[in-house]
């Protein structure tokens, strides 16, 4: 089946310092969506890309979508400890079920004060 | 108001015992999930209802059974709790083709 593969499993940061995950896949994605899991919560929607090339931003988040279609990133400049948490991506892929999104495994990040 | 919620929280059974968890979102949203999420936070869509009817069903093992009274509400009832059942389950709903995926503050099962 389809899958999304997205690295680091775990990054470990010093407060201020930038943290990026990668999302990968192996075909053409319709669309790329970014949640946040704090630890102990639940998954909450952060945005979502569906142009090629497309870049969003969110104070310090800045996503990304390839412009192939296959592969994004979150990058979050000066991290505070209030970004702790596991961020997942969550793609459609073109042709693929409405409602199947496809989870990365996510990254977890820890910020050292 | 809660947006999707689910009951119970925590849920601590025997093995072979048969337990229900209940979801119910307000959002009026037409789609609803069971997700299961296990010790390394790995997330596996189960079931998505849309309108009542299923339309996924992924490789579960039939223990597993989805119950959708109406769009407003989807139960999972597991009949004969197994150790590897433990993990948290998450309810979810969406609308329309976006897809975004609105979660429930999950239940976490423990199989003793």
């Known amino acids: 089946g389809q899958q999304v593969m997205q690295i680091p499993q775990y990054q470990h940061v010093q407060e201020g310092e930038d943290f990026t995950t990668y999302c990968n896949s192996s075909t053409t994605l319709s669309n790329i969506q970014w949640y946040k899991q704090r630890p102990g919560g639940h998954p909450v929607f952060l945005i979502q890309?569906?142009?090629?090339?497309e870049v969003k931003k969110q104070k310090r988040l800045t996503f990304q979508f390839g412009e192939a279609k296959k592969n994004s990133s979150l990058h979050i400049t000066a991290t505070q400890t209030t970004d702790v948490g596991t961020y997942f991506c969550a793609a459609t892929a073109v042709g693929g079920s409405q409602g199947n999104l496809i989870f990365g495994k996510g990254t977890k990040l820890s910020v050292k004060p | 108001d809660t947006a999707v919620s689910q009951t119970p929280k925590y849920l601590v059974t025997q093995m072979g015992n048969d337990k229900s968890i209940k979801c119910e979102q307000n959002l009026g949203h037409d789609t609803m999930y069971w997700y299961k999420q296990d010790s390394k936070k790995f997330l596996k869509i189960m079931f998505s209802?849309?309108?009542?009817?299923?339309?996924i069903n992924e490789t579960v093992p039939n223990r597993f059974s989805p119950k959708s009274p109406d769009k407003a509400h989807l139960n999972l009832h597991i009949n004969s709790l197994e150790l590897g059942d433990s993990a948290v389950y998450f309810c979810?709903?969406?609308?329309?083709?976006?897809?975004?995926?609105?979660f429930g503050a999950g239940t976490r099962l423990s199989v003793l």
């Open positions: 890309l569906v142009k090629s090339g």
């Open positions: 209802y849309n309108n009542k009817e299923l339309i």
């Open positions: 979810a709903s969406s609308q329309g083709n976006k897809n975004i995926q609105y």
